[in-house]
């Protein structure tokens, strides 16, 4: 009978429940879709933050001098300390998660080019890529670590010695040298384009120092803390070590982050308000329309308790409805904004379903509230038509 | 009589038109922050992204290949080009000279260090330097504009001074440099000349400077015997996300595309301009913090005009139902205006004013409450208040209109339709 009685109420006023349900569901939509945003935008925004490359360097502690000097070219060169590559890249492998992006060790060398010093970086050349995406290359990546025979040179580099892609570089230090086919030309906007760039063995051949590395570049992404616990679970691993953020990277990274959150965060409370603003409204309006309905129960007899409990059904019925249909097309337009702003579509979070129809089922009850005057309805007064 | 009707309805529903002008108030405020912060915050976001320090390097044209390894040149003092910093003063100069937040020259010199028994590169450059602008101005720059992580304990040398900072490691490592010690720098470990320098600070910058001896940009060049000369230039400045305007090549551009690509602080055309203050200089951009920045600030804002576009969606829908709501309470009375030979322009016209009149209010109430709660969001987010924009004044009182009477519209359309007889009857 109740059952019967709801489902009756609902049919009878199908037009003005269909504003209500209309109110309820583009509410429901745009709360979903905000929220799903909110959670996803952290995830999103750190990944960007990647573009800025490296923000991990682990190098020899500078405390323990025990390193084998690096006898540079240039006595100019502060000579720096090596460590063992096994040992170093062995932790880091094992201590490898989803959050690090890239990690290939560095060594520097300033070899010399027909009699001009220039700065030889010795790396993994298929990191590089991911470790440094906004390099532009002119040419082709070279995609092995193990490759000795190619190289990639900085814009500079090229210019001054008149290398074009596919030509040949011939490298020599202290009596040993090395030929190297250049497979491609960086534009980095950095010191980067006074460099060459070829496979650690290679350098490492060339240098003498075979096993050996001066410094490894973690490229991490993750909120400020999660780096921070990344970093001293690293350095803990590493003693002897230094692990150190590139703070320039870090210290913006953090700062922006936070306020692009609580800048989303505070709008997406403001909407929150204004969309249980325009249910309520809805929602007041339906409950005093029922006056009629309420003065014909009580006439023929029953109790106000019952009469209310049948107004609430209906009305929470109607919450739960467009909740769940404003979800189903929130999650839509987030996947929809994700495109439009990050290119990649948002993951639909399931646990956002239960909060928006308990919101919506929440602000439609509270909408509902009028119909607490539902007990002062004199049968007579309302039926006579006042 | 028409305004009389109007008066009277606003004397004798004051509960209910008070519940129309809070809802107009509370979705026009919202609106009005919402939108303030929208307009704020590109520039707001560029300069906290300024916190990434330089984003342009400005180098000699005709240089020999730098030896640079972690930020540091170790070239011998003799090769290569170097700039003038009489110069530097005709940054402020160009077009876009208020973007110019800052910038620091750079003199790598590989110089002897007594104490620490072998070379040390010592980095001239300026804390808090004061240049002086042809147009008869100062301005103060220096590193702490352009490299402002880089964190000093103790105190920063005087510009003007014979003093010095060494990084972190090098102190580290020797036990006779600490603040207050005297550092005896020379040329080369053979020279006559002498420079004793007092340290005033330990720096700690993450990178090359702290294997290195900071000292000012005038006494790296007594030491490399470049007087009045540098090699390096950072420059931190406001630009705007690249668009593609920004990214094509300024030949190929017809006149007004110039004109507007020039007169946009993209920072292709800050680089143009300066390097047509200082001729012969090669101006690149930090390709890793200008791209980061671009792509971000660029999604950020996208980001928020969406949210804002929710905003004003929803609080255009709020509106809208009270108004629809008020109108369809006030049944009976259309039905007795009609019953006493109203038309339907005159009852439209009676609501419509009155909803107006309340759009009107609300709104210029909703956009100083709005203007209120901007400057709260723009404090906690940004630390400084988001000043008022009297430009959205009209907007929002336009919006506030528009949507209450497009509200209350819908429901009156419908009344026109109604049978006056039935409505008074009560059915």
């Known amino acids: 009978m109740f059952a019967r009685l709801v489902w009756k109420l609902v049919r009878g006023s199908r037009g003005r429940l269909g504003v209500a349900l209309v109110a309820v569901i583009s509410g429901a939509a745009v709360i979903s879709a905000l929220l799903n945003l909110q959670f996803d935008i952290e995830r999103k925004l750190t990944q960007e933050f990647r573009l800025l490359g490296a923000n991990l360097v682990i190098s020899r502690s500078s405390a323990a001098q025990t390193g084998v000097a690096n006898q540079a070219a240039s006595d100019a060169l502060a000579s720096p300390t090596l460590m063992d590559q096994s040992a170093v890249l062995g932790q880091v492998e094992r201590l490898r998660t989803p959050d690090v992006v890239a990690a290939a060790p560095y060594l520097y060398v300033v070899a010399r080019v027909g009699g001009a010093p220039v700065v030889v970086a010795g790396t993994w050349l298929d990191q590089t890529p991911k470790l440094d995406p906004t390099w532009k290359l002119e040419g082709n990546w070279i995609a092995s670590r193990v490759d000795e025979t190619q190289c990639l040179i900085g814009r500079n580099v090229a210019r001054q010695f008149q290398i074009a892609p596919g030509g040949q570089l011939e490298l020599s230090y202290l009596g040993r040298s090395a030929q190297l086919r250049v497979a491609g030309i960086i534009d980095a906007g950095g010191a980067e384009d006074n460099q060459v760039f070829a496979n650690l063995p290679a350098v490492q051949t060339l240098a003498g120092t075979q096993g050996e590395i001066e410094l490894v570049q973690l490229s991490v992404s993750g909120t400020s803390a999660r780096i921070g616990a990344y970093t001293s679970r690293l350095a803990t691993s590493l003693p002897g070590y230094d692990v150190r953020p590139i703070r320039q990277v870090t210290q913006a990274e953090g700062s922006l982050l936070d306020r692009t959150r609580l800048l989303i965060a505070s709008m997406v409370v403001l909407i929150l308000l204004l969309t249980a603003l325009s249910v309520l409204a809805t929602m007041a309006a339906l409950a005093l329309e029922r006056r009629k309905d309420v003065g014909l129960m009580k006439a023929i007899g029953g109790p106000i308790s019952r009469i209310v409990a049948l107004f609430l059904a209906e009305v929470g019925v109607l919450g739960a409805t467009g909740g769940l249909i404003g979800c189903i097309l929130g999650v839509a337009l987030a996947r929809w904004m994700g495109q439009r702003v990050f290119g990649t579509s948002i993951a639909p979070r399931w646990d956002i379903f239960p909060l928006t129809i308990a919101l919506m089922v929440g602000v439609a009850l509270a909408g509902a509230l009028p119909l607490r005057l539902l007990g002062r309805v004199k049968p007579a007064v309302i039926l006579r038509g006042e | ?427």
């Open chain 2, 1 to 427: 009589m028409f305004a009389r009707l109007v008066g009277e309805s606003f004397i004798r529903n004051r509960r209910r038109k008070l519940l129309t002008a809070a809802a107009l108030i509370v979705g026009m405020a919202i609106a009005t922050a919402t939108l303030t912060v929208a307009l704020e915050v590109g520039d707001r976001m560029a300069r906290e992204f300024r916190s990434l320090g330089a984003n342009l390097i400005v180098t000699p044209q005709s240089d020999t290949l730098p030896v640079e390894i972690g930020g540091v040149d170790y070239r011998p003092v003799d090769e290569g080009a170097y700039l003038n910093e009489a110069d530097l003063g005709k940054l402020k100069t160009i077009f876009w000279r208020h973007n110019i937040l800052g910038f620091t020259p750079f003199l790598d010199v590989p110089a002897y260090v007594s104490q620490t028994g072998g070379s040390t590169t010592v980095i001239g450059t300026w804390y808090e330097h004061e240049v002086s602008v042809p147009d008869g101005t100062t301005f103060k720059t220096g590193v702490s504009l352009t490299h402002p992580w880089w964190k000093i304990q103790g105190q920063w040398f005087r510009d003007d001074a014979k003093e010095c900072v060494v990084g972190a490691n090098l102190a580290a490592k020797y036990p006779g440099i600490a603040i207050g010690k005297t550092l005896n720098v020379s040329p080369s470990q053979t020279a006559k000349a002498q420079f004793p320098l007092i340290v005033t600070g330990i720096i700690s910058t993450g990178d090359a400077e702290d294997n290195a001896v900071l000292v000012p940009l005038s006494v790296a060049q007594d030491i490399s015997n470049h007087p009045g000369q540098f090699r390096q230039l950072f420059v931190s400045a406001l630009t705007k996300p690249a668009d593609t305007l920004a990214e094509r090549d300024p030949k190929s551009l017809t006149p007004t595309e110039y004109d507007r690509w020039f007169c946009s602080p993209y920072i292709s055309s800050i680089s143009y301009q300066i390097e047509q203050v200082l001729p012969g200089t090669d101006v690149r951009a930090i390709r890793r913090v200008a791209e980061t920045e671009g792509t971000i600030l660029s999604h950020v804002s996208i980001l928020l005009w969406l949210v804002t576009i929710a905003a004003l969606v929803s609080a255009a829908l709020a509106v809208a139902a009270t108004s629809a709501t008020t109108v369809l309470e006030r049944r009976a009375e259309i039905g007795i205006m009609k019953a006493l030979g109203a038309t339907n322009a005159i009852v439209t016209g009676i609501f419509l004013t009155e909803q107006l009149m309340l759009a009107i209010v609300g709104g210029a109430v909703g956009f100083a409450l709005g203007a209120v709660l901007a400057g709260i969001l723009g404090t906690s987010v940004f630390g400084t208040p988001a000043p008022p924009h009297m430009l959205l004044l009209p907007v929002v009182l336009g919006l506030a209109a528009v949507v209450s009477m497009i509200g209350s519209l819908i429901p009156l359309r419908r009344a026109a339709h109604f049978n006056p007889a039935p409505i008074l009857r009560g059915a």
